[in-house]
């Protein structure tokens, strides 16, 4: 089922299975960067010489701690806290925080191998890393959120600055658990320092646009796919998985370029509603009221919920994988392109199995994989810290162009890599391969460290 590996390339991936037995979604991350490798080792035998991807698959440092947490009614929690500080070639450590209760280290490792790539592709200073916590935000008070956000900033503040390493949010980390862990970060430093981590709120340090980021990344992505093709959004039917940060900008931007988004997900279940997603009513339910998507047809009673669905089977022509890892399977990419679907956009990170995206290669639909399409919000995490150095804010206008741009350049590096490597049209080679480069050569550059 998946690609052969390239002889030079097949050992190294064996050494990072076995050095990194159990940990499969890190495994899959590095053997689909791996898979794409194989003619670049050939234009360059000096990254062999340097060993150059046996380097880049061995972080830089792992940091795994203990945080200790007192509930509501006084009982103690023990979680299990994570940073992988994985490649530092461009910049400071850049990447988001997870909490939730599927993470372990091999969930951080593929998403901190994954962010090198991305963060590369931005064209942006910035390096590789990610962390997090296994434990679950869901039905938790504010102050128990804010009780585990000081406790995991407590032990993670000595690893990170500025200059060193800048998290971010990512599942189940939004504004309000960034203010909390900004909160301890300046009681325990005694330093109002702004760069150390990013999607602040706007009246202290943040960016505008950042929240909106990577869902209206992923659709300039998608609509530059697209417009590659001659074709655009308008008219077009979409979906859009998960119902959080990204599922909700993504949404927005569709329908402000003239789509429609006919269904979205939690982890729960699909709501599906043919008259089009009614966006103010998701973002009540999701972003103020913390409930659960069930409850759109309270409000929408049209709308249909099925508990357990799978949106995939909703006919479409542009999906955009919103919520989690390996969340469209081969069968699911199928169904997608038997009903239609031209184009994906990965607003999540790793959405689709190496069987899905094989499925949608070999039909040859418009495929945008995460680490370039979903790279708006670390761009604009990246756009936030140069606000920061420069003690500024710009205004939303001037930063959402700025993240269309680099969208748009992002498309085009791949679009052109695809094309020097001998595939034109597949964004996975040209993804890899260009955020790939860029950081070898400075690895090069540094010499053995
Ligand atoms: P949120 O926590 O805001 O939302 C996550 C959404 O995905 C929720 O609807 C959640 O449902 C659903 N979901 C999460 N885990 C699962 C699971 N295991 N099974 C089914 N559904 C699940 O996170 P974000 O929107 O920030 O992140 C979504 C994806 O986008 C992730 O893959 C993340 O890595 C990626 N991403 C995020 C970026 C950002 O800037 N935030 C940047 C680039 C990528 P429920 O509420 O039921 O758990
Ligand atoms: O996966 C990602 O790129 C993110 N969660 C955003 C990281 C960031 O530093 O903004």
């Known amino acids: 089922m998946s690609m052969h590996l390239d002889e030079k390339l097949e050992p190294i991936y064996q050494e990072v299975l076995a050095r990194n037995p159990g940990e499969m979604e890190f495994h899959q991350a590095v053997r689909e960067v791996l898979e794409s490798l194989g003619p670049v080792l050939v234009k360059h035998p000096e990254y062999a010489h340097h060993k150059i991807i046996e380097r880049i698959c061995e972080p830089e440092r792992q940091i795994i701690f203990?945080?200790?947490?007192?509930?509501?009614?006084?009982?103690?929690?023990?979680n299990r806290g994570f940073r992988v500080e994985f490649n530092s070639a461009l910049g400071p450590y850049k990447g988001g925080l997870r909490f939730h209760p599927s993470v372990y280290l091999g969930i951080i490792k593929f998403l901190g191998f994954e962010q090198i790539f991305k963060n590369s592709l931005t064209g942006m200073p910035i390096g590789g890393g990610k962390g997090g916590s296994d434990f679950d935000p869901k039905g938790k008070s504010d102050?128990?959120?804010?009780?585990?956000?000081?406790?995991?900033?407590?032990?993670?503040?000595?690893?990170?600055?500025?200059?060193?390493?800048?998290?971010?949010?990512?599942?189940?980390?939004?504004?309000?658990?960034?203010?909390?862990?900004?909160?301890?970060?300046?009681?325990?430093?005694?330093?109002?320092?702004?760069?150390?981590?990013?999607?602040k709120g706007l009246n202290w340090g943040g960016s505008l646009v950042r929240t909106e980021a990577t869902g209206y990344g992923s659709v300039f992505f998608v609509d530059e796919m697209l417009k590659a093709r001659k074709d655009s959004f308008e008219g077009k039917t979409c979906l859009v998985s998960g119902s959080g940060n990204v599922a909700i900008y993504t949404i927005e931007k569709i329908h402000e370029l003239g789509g429609k988004c006919i269904a979205c997900s939690d982890s729960n279940g699909v709501?599906?509603?043919?008259?089009?997603?009614?966006?103010?009513?998701?973002?009540?339910?999701?972003?103020?009221?913390?409930?659960?998507?069930?409850?759109?047809?309270?409000y929408r009673k049209h709308a249909v919920y099925k508990e357990a669905g799978n949106i995939w089977e909703v006919p479409c022509q542009v999906a955009m994988p919103s919520a989690t890892q390996n969340e469209i399977n081969g069968k699911d990419a199928k169904t997608l392109v038997k009903n239609g679907c031209i184009a994906i956009g990965e607003g999540a990170n790793m959405p689709t199995t190496p069987e899905g995206v094989k499925v949608f290669l070999d039909a040859q639909i418009a495929y945008g994989?995460?680490?370039?399409?979903?790279?708006?919000?670390?761009?604009?995490?990246?756009?936030?810290?140069?606000?920061?150095?420069?003690?500024?804010?710009?205004?939303?206008?001037?930063?959402?162009?700025?993240?269309?741009?680099?969208?748009?350049?992002?498309?085009?590096?791949c679009y052109d890599t695809a094309i020097e490597y001998g595939c034109?049209?597949?964004?996975?080679?040209?993804?890899?391969?260009?955020?790939?480069?860029?950081?070898?050569?400075?690895?090069?550059?540094?010499?053995?460290?």
């Open 66 to 78: 203990r945080v200790p947490w007192q509930d509501d009614k006084g009982q103690v929690h023990i």
């Open 143 to 199: 102050d128990e959120i804010m009780r585990f956000c000081q406790s995991f900033m407590t032990e993670l503040y000595r690893h990170i600055g500025e200059h060193t390493d800048v998290p971010a949010g990512d599942i189940g980390v939004g504004g309000r658990e960034i203010g909390y862990m900004f909160g301890q970060y300046k009681r325990i430093t005694n330093r109002w320092e702004a760069g150390v981590l990013t999607g």
């Open 271 to 298: 709501i599906y509603d043919e008259k089009g997603l009614d966006l103010n009513l998701i973002q009540r339910l999701k972003e103020v009221e913390r409930r659960r998507i069930k409850d759109y047809t309270q």
């Open 369 to 413: 994989p995460g680490k370039a399409a979903n790279a708006g919000g670390v761009a604009t995490s990246a756009l936030e810290m140069q606000q920061n150095a420069q003690r500024d804010s710009w205004d939303f206008d001037y930063t959402e162009q700025r993240l269309r741009k680099i969208m748009k350049g992002i498309h085009e590096l």
């Open 424 to 449: 034109p049209g597949n964004y996975v080679v040209g993804a890899n391969i260009a955020g790939f480069i860029k950081v070898a050569d400075a690895m090069v550059a540094f010499g053995v460290v």
